[in-house]
């Protein structure tokens, strides 16, 4: 079964620092855009950062300048370095991947992992 495994999410106070890591089962990511979403308690998921297996990046205005994602291809994982978190930055966060580039959409993804919850709280 192909899918995708995060880690590292978990509880930190305003300002602190995660990383998130996303790893799949199953196959290799060289060839696929892998894209972070994320979704808060009553509100829709929304998209984080994306890169492609170009290594071309996008981040969401929100997070600009305080993620930032890359990809080991060696080690077939991607990551979410997360600085100066904010309260209003938690929400379980999900990868995705899909063919080549990136989409907005999240329907275009096709692996996806469980999520790793994110809390910022002091």
């Known amino acids: 079964q192909l899918q995708l495994v995060e880690s590292g999410g978990g509880l930190v106070q305003p300002g602190g620092s995660l990383r998130l890591s996303c790893a799949p089962s199953?196959?290799?990511?060289?060839?696929?855009?892998i894209a972070w979403f994320r979704q808060a308690p009553g509100k829709e998921r929304e998209g984080v950062s994306c890169?492609?297996?170009?290594?071309?990046?996008n981040y969401a205005g929100s997070v600009k300048g305080r993620f930032t994602i890359s990809r080991d291809n060696a080690k077939n994982t991607v990551y979410l370095q997360m600085d100066s978190l904010k309260p209003e930055d938690t929400a379980i966060y999900y990868c995705?991947?899909?063919?080549?580039?990136?989409?907005?959409?999240?329907?275009?993804?096709?692996?996806w992992g469980q999520g790793t919850q994110v809390t910022v709280s002091s």
């Open positions: 199953g196959f290799t990511l060289h060839y696929y855009a």
């Open positions: 995705a991947a899909r063919g080549l580039k990136c989409y907005a959409d999240d329907s275009y993804y096709t692996y």
């Open positions: 890169i492609t297996s170009s290594a071309s990046i």
